[in-house]
């Protein structure tokens, strides 16, 4: 069965700071891979996503994330993050089902905290 | 200009009661779906229409029944409440027939507590 793994439950960095995301996912083959962000009492936002091409993808809010097929990972990154980016981080796949057949798995998140 | 909007935005509730919540989409999309998020935040998908046809439905209780009176809108019912249903629950909608790559846009959730 396909499955995210999300193995940071809660991250906390320092403004200005670097972040890496991680993101596993298992499932026969490349699926499609998103991740999204929820603010507090919000819904969910596309930051960005993958199905081909270049393994680097650039998404809003300065975020990337790097597709690695070796490692099964999508991890997002950011260079230096900003106090609005504290939130809740999901990784998705979206499994290859055919036609309109379409849903997202979604990991449990990463809850990224961003000290002043 | 709300995208995918979901009313009512709270809903608290006694158990054994039937309530619905309603979403709305203006972005011309053929599917929509129906996710669930726990206490725990874990987002799992419920039932996706595509042209007002039902395409997943994913092992969900005869207790929550959707209906999609037009492509625009997906409803959520759910009869006999429990205290299990507590969640908040999304709408979300994606452009059309297209398959898994593309986006799905989210509604901001409705937060249901089930007493």
């Known amino acids: 069965a396909q499955s995210v793994t999300q193995p940071d439950i809660h991250i906390t960095v320092s403004e200005g700071a670097s972040l890496e995301l991680r993101c596993n996912y298992s499932?026969?083959?490349?699926?499609?891979l998103f991740w999204y962000v929820q603010s507090p009492g919000q819904g969910l936002q596309l930051l960005l996503k993958?199905?081909?091409?270049?393994?680097l993808v650039q998404g809003i809010k300065g975020f990337e994330a790097e597709f690695k097929r070796s490692q099964s990972s999508f991890n997002l990154r950011k260079p230096s993050v900003h106090w609005s980016d504290a939130a809740e981080y999901f990784c998705?796949?979206?499994?290859?089902?055919?036609?309109?057949?379409?849903?997202?798995?979604f990991g449990t998140g990463t809850l990224l905290a961003v000290q002043p | 200009d709300t995208a995918v909007s979901q009313t009512p935005k709270y809903l608290v509730t006694q158990m054994g009661n039937d309530k619905s919540i309603k979403c709305e989409q203006n972005l011309g999309h053929d599917t929509m779906y129906w996710y669930k998020q726990d206490s725990k935040k874990f987002l799992k998908i419920m039932f996706s229409y595509n042209n007002k046809e039902l395409i997943i439905n994913e092992t969900v209780p005869n207790r929550f029944s959707p209906k999609s009176p037009d492509k625009a809108h997906l409803n959520l019912h759910i009869n006999s409440l429990e205290l299990g249903d507590s969640a908040v629950y999304f709408c979300?909608?994606?452009?059309?027939?297209?398959?898994?790559?593309?986006?799905?846009?989210f509604g901001p959730g409705t937060r249901l507590l089930v007493l």
């Open positions: 993958y199905f081909s091409g270049d393994t």
């Open positions: 998705a796949v979206a499994p290859l089902l055919g036609g309109a057949t379409n849903k997202l798995i």
């Open positions: 499932y026969g083959a490349t699926p499609y």
């Open positions: 979300a909608s994606s452009p059309p027939a297209a398959g898994a790559q593309e986006t799905q846009y």
